[in-house]
C-alpha cells in the first residue's frame, strides 16, 4: 500500500500544534507496518534550514493556473526515516511563521493552501508517487479531496486513489472569499452550494468532509459531538449529510518523548516504582515559578495556548474563589490572547506566593511542568483528543480534565469507591461552579486521602495510548475504503 500525507506542520519540521505531532508519528507508524508512505508539507525557511549543502538538486516543476504560469520546486529529505518532500514556492511559503504575522493570519492563507493542494497532486505525478490513500489534514489540505474529485476527475494516475481528511480541530475552517484566490475559477465552476458559508465565501472543510472519501476526528467522542448542533462548529449538518463516512480514531502518545525515567528535561527521573524524583521535580518547578518551596503544598498545573476552547472563561473564575479558600499553588505556561494573559498576570499578581505564572514558550519548562505538578488543569470547552493529559498521565501528574471530546476517552474521573480504576478528576458542566469543584475535590484527595491519591497515581502512570494501536485502525480504514 501507497500513502500519501499531506500536511501543513510534521513536528521536527515546524510545529504550532497537535497535528504536527501526529504528521510525524503516524507516518513512521505506517512504514514501520511496511506502508510505503511519504510526507508533503509547504517549505517554510525551518523545512529550508534543514537541507544540506550538497544535497541531490530539488525537482524543478511548472504548473498553469488560468493565465498564471507558476514555477517551484520540490525538495526531498528524511529527517527521521520517512522521505519528505517539501513544495518550495517562496512567494507563498518563505515566511517565518506558517499561517500569521503573529497577530494577523496572512491575508492570502486561501490562495497559499488551495496552491498547496494542487501543487502537491502534480508532484506526485512527476516523482511517480502514486499513492492508493491520500491522507489529508485539517483545512489547510482539505481542497485536496475535492480537487481529486473535480479538477483530477478524469486523471488516470489518481483513477483508484482513496483520500482520507482527518479533523484536528474543527473550529478551524479556512473560510474565504474567492476574490482573495487569483485562480479559483480554474476550480470554482465544480462548487455546490454547501461548501459555501455565505456568497463567494469557500469553506475548504466543508469541501473536505463533502468530497472525502473517509473523514475521521481525533478522538470518538469528538467524531460523536461534531455530529450536534453543539459540537459541530456549525458545520454539524455536513458531519450528518457525511455521517456513515465518519469515524474517530484516538491518537496515540510519543512514550520516547514522554517518558519520566529518561526524561533530559528533569532534574530527577522517577518511575512508579520510585517516585522520590518526582518529589525533586517538584521543589524545582516550585523553585522555577516563584513559588515557595514545600513538598507537602498540593502543586496544580497547567500547559496551554491561551485561548477560550481551553477554558479560560471557566478557570479564571475558580482560580479567583480557589487561591482566597486554599492553600495550593498553581503554576501555569503558556501564551496567547491578550486579555486571559492579563487576567492570569491580575491574579498570579495578587497571590505571588500561591500562583505562578510564565508567559510564553518553553519546551524544557512544559516537561518540568508536567514531572513537578500534583495535578494537571485540562478545562477545556472542547478538545478534540489533547496530548498534555496524556503526558501528565504518564508522568503521574493527576488531569482535571472536563469530561469533553478526546478527554473524555483517556480520562477516569475518580468518584468514591472506584479508585482502583479512576486516573484523575473529571467534571462535566462548563462553568466556574463545575472547574471549583474539581479543584477542590482534588485538594481533598490530595491531603485527606493520601492513599487514594498514589492508588489513582500509580493508575495514571500505567495509562498507556499506544500508536500502534491507532495505526491499526487507520489501516483497518485505509483497507476498507480499497476494498
Same mark, same amino acid.
Given at each position: ?8 506542520? !510534521?513536528?521536527?519540521?515546524i510545529k504550532t500544534g497537535g497535528l504536527a ?27 529550508k534550514a534543514m537541507l544540506h549543502p550538497g ?25 527521521? +526515516? ?43 505525478? %512527476? ?90 476526528? !481525533? ?32 491518537? +496515540? ?48 498545573? %497547567? ?92 508522568? +503521574? ?34 462553568? +466556574? ?51
Amino acid at each position: 500500500m501507497r500513502v500519501l500525507f499531506l500536511a501543513s506542520e !510534521v513536528d521536527g519540521l515546524i510545529k504550532t500544534g497537535g497535528l504536527a505531532d501526529v504528521a510525524r508519528v503516524l507516518p513512521i507508524e505506517l512504514q514501520n507496518k511496511d506502508v510505503d508512505v511519504a510526507i508533503m508539507i509547504p517549505c517554510y525557511p525551518q523545512v529550508k534550514a534543514m537541507l544540506h549543502p550538497g544535497q541531490e538538486a530539488p525537482v524543478q516543476m511548472t504548473m498553469q493556473l488560468g493565465s498564471t504560469h507558476y514555477v517551484y520546486h520540490v525538495h526531498e529529505l528524511s529527517p527521521f +526515516g520517512v522521505p519528505v518532500y517539501a513544495i518550495d514556492f517562496p512567494s507563498y511559503f518563505d515566511r517565518d511563521r506558517p499561517y500569521d504575522d503573529g497577530h494577523h493570519a496572512y491575508g492570502d492563507n486561501g490562495e497559499r493552501f488551495a496552491f498547496f493542494s494542487l501543487a502537491a497532486l502534480q508532484a506526485a505525478q %512527476m516523482l511517480n508517487f502514486q499513492p492508493d490513500i491520500l491522507h489529508c489534514n485539517d483545512w489547510h489540505t482539505a481542497l485536496a479531496p475535492f480537487f481529486l474529485k473535480s479538477v483530477l476527475k478524469d486523471n488516470l494516475f489518481f483513477a483508484n486513489t482513496r483520500s482520507v481528511l482527518t479533523i484536528h480541530n474543527g473550529a478551524y475552517q479556512g473560510n474565504f472569499d474567492l476574490n482573495t484566490i487569483h485562480f479559483a475559477h480554474t476550480f470554482s465552476h465544480f462548487t455546490e452550494e454547501g461548501m459555501y458559508d455565505s456568497y463567494n465565501m469557500i469553506n475548504f472543510l466543508k469541501c473536505g468532509v463533502l468530497y472525502a472519501d473517509a473523514i475521521n476526528a !481525533v478522538s470518538p467522542s469528538y467524531a460523536k459531538e461534531l455530529l450536534s448542533p453543539l459540537g459541530g462548529h456549525y458545520m454539524s449538518h455536513i458531519f450528518q449529510r457525511r455521517q456513515d463516512a465518519l469515524t474517530g480514531i484516538l491518537n +496515540g502518545c510519543d512514550y520516547g518523548e514522554w517518558n519520566s525515567e529518561t526524561d533530559p528535561h528533569l532534574i530527577k527521573p522517577y518511575s512508579a516504582a520510585d517516585l522520590s524524583g518526582k518529589v525533586a521535580c517538584k521543589l524545582e518547578l516550585q523553585r522555577k515559578m516563584g513559588l515557595p518551596e514545600d513538598a507537602d503544598t498540593p502543586l496544580f498545573a %497547567m500547559v496551554s495556548r491561551f485561548t477560550d476552547q481551553k477554558g479560560f472563561s471557566l478557570l479564571v473564575p475558580a482560580l479567583e474563589r480557589f487561591l482566597e479558600s486554599s492553600e495550593a499553588q498553581v503554576a501555569i505556561v503558556g501564551s496567547g490572547e491578550q486579555g486571559i494573559t492579563e487576567a492570569l498576570q491580575r491574579l498570579a499578581s495578587k497571590h505571588p506566593n500561591r500562583m505562578g505564572l510564565f508567559v510564553g514558550y518553553s519546551d524544557a519548562l512544559s516537561h518540568q511542568a508536567q514531572a513537578g505538578a500534583d495535578f494537571f488543569l485540562m478545562p477545556s470547552i472542547f478538545e478534540p483528543c489533547g496530548l498534555t493529559q496524556m503526558f501528565s498521565l504518564a508522568y +503521574g501528574s493527576l488531569p482535571i480534565a472536563r469530561e469533553v471530546g478526546g478527554l473524555k476517552d483517556t480520562v477516569v474521573g475518580y468518584t468514591q469507591g472506584n479508585e482502583s480504576n479512576a486516573n484523575g478528576i473529571t467534571f462535566i458542566d462548563p462553568n +466556574g461552579e463545575g472547574m471549583y469543584w474539581a479543584l477542590e475535590k482534588a485538594e481533598q484527595l490530595y491531603r485527606d486521602e493520601p492513599e487514594h491519591f498514589r492508588t489513582i497515581q500509580q493508575n495514571a502512570m500505567a495509562t498507556r495510548f499506544s500508536w500502534q494501536e491507532a495505526t491499526d485502525k487507520y489501516l483497518a480504514m485505509y483497507y476498507k475504503l480499497l476494498a
